[in-house]
């Protein structure tokens, strides 16, 4: 029990644009941030949402497209 507490890997609370990130790695949340200059809160949450699944960045900008827009 105690082993599987020192594996869990705390994620830290960033934020962009009142979008929690920190479960993303580094790359990730430099790029979003980057990207949240041109987009909507709706449009960065969908992309997380995507990226948590799984997706890279340009299939989440693509899947937030074509559900919020921008």
Do not use: C, D, Y
């Amino acid at each position: 029990m105690l082993k599987s507490l020192r594996v869990m890997k705390k994620t830290k609370m960033i934020k962009v644009k009142g979008v929690n990130v920190g479960s993303l790695n580094k790359r990730q949340q430099g790029a979003l941030k980057r990207h949240s200059k041109h987009h909507t809160v709706k449009h960065i949450k969908s992309m997380v949402k995507a990226m948590m699944k799984g997706s890279t960045f340009g299939q989440s900008h693509k899947i937030a497209m074509k559900n919020v827009g921008k």
